[in-house]
């Protein structure tokens, strides 16, 4: 009986020090500081993540992606082009046997598309918004601002 007790009382301290779910993270689309590109619509920032080109300011948009299976790339991926890692895989495929544009190249850390972000003539990508830096700007996403409660690419 009192090992039954002391293992049900285990039982519930071990659930109620369980670390509660990780809180999905507003993921911003960046570009350089100073770049006329303030907003992009969905449909054409899945345009350019899709491998179509994209012009802003007469130049085309270069898409860099986060790492696969990061919870940035699969939040962005579901939210913006609509498909899961294995779709987004599968897409890319099928493109390069019909001899059709590469994927973007994806970046190892928010750090390093941060940088290329701010640095590389046309880039374009994302990042949670706590790994913002002052030489890349925001972009507004069919005129809502991440800032803004109805935004909605997060990561995964």
């Given at each position: 009986?009192k090992?039954?007790i002391?293992?049900?009382?285990?039982?519930?301290?071990?659930?109620?020090t369980?670390?509660?779910?990780?809180?999905?993270?507003?993921?911003?689309v960046?570009?350089?500081k100073?770049?006329?590109?303030?907003?992009?619509?969905?449909?054409?920032?899945k345009?350019?993540f899709?491998?179509d080109?994209?012009n802003?300011?007469?130049k085309?948009?270069v898409?860099?992606n986060?790492?696969n299976?990061?919870?940035?790339?699969?939040?962005?991926?579901?939210?913006v082009?609509?498909?899961?890692?294995?779709?987004?895989?599968?897409y890319?495929?099928?493109?390069?046997?019909?001899?059709?544009?590469a994927?973007?190249?994806s970046?190892?850390?928010?750090?390093?598309?941060?940088?290329?972000?701010?640095?590389?003539p046309g880039?374009?990508?994302?990042l949670?918004a706590d790994?913002?830096?002052?030489?890349?700007?925001?972009?507004?996403v069919?005129?809502?601002a991440?800032t803004?409660?109805?935004?909605?690419?997060?990561?995964?």
């Amino acid at each position: 009986m009192k090992i039954t007790i002391a293992l049900l009382f285990l039982v519930a301290l071990v659930g109620l020090t369980r670390p509660a779910a990780a809180e999905n993270k507003k993921l911003v689309v960046v570009v350089a500081k100073g770049s006329a590109l303030t907003n992009i619509s969905r449909a054409d920032l899945k345009r350019v993540f899709t491998g179509d080109t994209v012009n802003a300011d007469g130049k085309p948009l270069v898409p860099f992606n986060a790492n696969n299976n990061t919870p940035e790339r699969t939040g962005f991926d579901k939210a913006v082009l609509g498909m899961s890692p294995d779709e987004v895989g599968r897409y890319w495929v099928d493109r390069k046997v019909r001899g059709q544009s590469a994927a973007p190249r994806s970046l190892p850390s928010s750090a390093h598309i941060a940088k290329v972000a701010a640095k590389f003539p046309g880039a374009i990508s994302y990042l949670p918004a706590d790994a913002l830096t002052s030489d890349i700007q925001a972009v507004s996403v069919d005129g809502v601002a991440y800032t803004d409660a109805k935004y909605n690419i997060v990561t995964e």
